[in-house]
């Protein structure tokens, strides 16, 4: 789901971009809630402890 701020989110990527940064943007459906935010925080776990 895109929100109003959704450009902006996506300005941000060409700004990382634009600099070299590595990113990932990932698109949850649902509002910032409890349940988008353990679909979140279970991404990142996996991203940041790989072996």
Same mark, same amino acid.
């Given at each position: 789901? *895109?929100?109003?701020?959704?450009? =902006?989110?996506?300005?941000?990527? #060409?700004? &990382? ?8 943007? *990932?698109?949850?459906?649902?509002? =910032?809630?409890?349940?988008?935010? #353990?679909? &979140? ?8 402890? *790989?072996?």
């Amino acid at each position: 789901m *895109k929100t109003r701020f959704f450009e =902006h989110f996506l300005g941000d990527d #060409r700004l &990382c971009s634009d600099k070299g940064i590595h990113f990932q943007r *990932k698109v949850y459906k649902g509002t =910032h809630d409890w349940n988008v935010w #353990r679909m &979140c925080i279970n991404d990142f776990a996996q991203m940041i402890f *790989k072996k």
